[in-house]
């Protein structure tokens, strides 16, 4: 039986030589781990902001995390490499202190851009999320190209399904849900509301498409607009 060892191993190795062969080194080894987008639906990965894994021994070590979205794993095996060394720009920038995105970690900045292009990614921008599109430069896939890639560590990939949460003859909610069409910050609300993005200052709508995550914080917050409950989502 397959099983998501091969897959996890191999993006470690990979990570060890881009790691070496782009940074001397110098990111601090993650958590990686392959698990579904959930709510993030475009995400191909992402990484976290803080160190969330924690070693219970004697040295008292925390990582930050390396998520690869299961559903993707279809994908040619040069472009889940793409997405490992994508957030190992965001790795290596926050090791730095240097903050490469905003907009709620969703828009990539120009910092962001000029450390990817200096680490052996091409980017492109885009109106929504920044200079968030990515692909390996010509040299970085004559790298990955003389590397024995083991295409059996990326056989095994998740259904693309959205699945729908809840419990067996529990109350259906009644509530609408606004989001913002630049950062993709969505609440809310018990009835029908007008609401402004302070951030973006961009108006929600209904059910707006919601952009793709590198990393989220997983909090939830709420507030009262007009003595309407609404719950802030990340």
Same mark, same amino acid.
């Given at each position: 039986?397959?099983?998501?060892?091969?897959?996890?191993?191999?993006?470690?190795?990979?990570?060890? *030589?881009?790691?070496?062969?782009?940074?001397?080194?110098? +990111?601090?080894?993650?958590?990686? +781990?392959?698990?579904?987008?959930?709510?993030?639906?475009?995400?191909?990965?992402?990484?976290?902001?803080?160190?969330?894994?924690?070693?219970?021994?004697?040295?008292?070590?925390?990582?930050?995390?390396?998520?690869?979205?299961?559903?993707?794993?279809?994908?040619?095996?040069?472009?889940? +490499?793409?997405?490992?060394?994508?957030?190992?720009?965001?790795?290596?920038? *926050?090791?730095?202190?240097?903050?490469?995105?905003?907009?709620?970690?969703?828009?990539?900045?120009?910092?962001?851009?000029?450390?990817?292009?200096?680490?052996?990614?091409?980017?492109?921008?885009?109106?929504?999320?920044?200079?968030?599109?990515?692909?390996?430069?010509?040299?970085?896939?004559?790298?990955?190209?003389?590397?024995?890639?083991?295409?059996?560590?990326?056989?095994?990939?998740?259904?693309?399904?959205?699945?729908?949460?809840?419990?067996?003859?529990?109350?259906?909610?009644?509530?609408?849900?606004?989001?913002?069409?630049?950062?993709?910050?969505?609440?809310?609300?018990?009835?029908?509301?007008?609401?402004?993005?302070?951030?973006?200052?961009?108006?929600?709508?209904?059910?707006?498409? *919601?952009?793709?995550?590198?990393?989220?914080?997983?909090?939830?917050?709420?507030?009262?607009?007009?003595?309407?409950? +609404?719950?802030?989502?990340?």
């Amino acid at each position: 039986m397959l099983t998501l060892e091969k897959t996890i191993t191999e993006l470690y190795r990979f990570f060890k *030589l881009l790691n070496k062969h782009f940074y001397n080194g110098e +990111i601090e080894q993650p958590v990686i +781990i392959v698990q579904s987008k959930g709510k993030n639906k475009n995400a191909l990965g992402w990484c976290t902001t803080q160190k969330i894994w924690s070693d219970k021994g004697e040295e008292q070590q925390h990582f930050y995390e390396i998520s690869i979205s299961a559903e993707f794993l279809h994908l040619p095996t040069v472009e889940i +490499i793409d997405t490992l060394l994508h957030e190992m720009v965001h790795l290596y920038n *926050l090791q730095r202190n240097v903050k490469d995105c905003s907009r709620g970690n969703t828009y990539h900045n120009t910092v962001y851009r000029d450390t990817a292009r200096e680490h052996g990614l091409d980017v492109i921008h885009n109106p929504k999320h920044g200079w968030n599109g990515t692909s390996l430069n010509e040299a970085t896939q004559n790298l990955i190209t003389s590397i024995s890639v083991d295409e059996d560590a990326f056989r095994l990939v998740r259904a693309n399904t959205e699945i729908q949460n809840g419990t067996n003859g529990g109350k259906k909610g009644n509530s609408i849900k606004y989001a913002c069409p630049m950062c993709g910050t969505s609440v809310r609300a018990t009835k029908k509301v007008n609401v402004i993005c302070a951030d973006c200052d961009a108006e929600m709508t209904v059910n707006g498409e *919601l952009p793709e995550l590198d990393f989220c914080d997983d909090n939830i917050a709420e507030m009262t607009v007009n003595e309407t409950v +609404i719950e802030l989502e990340c």
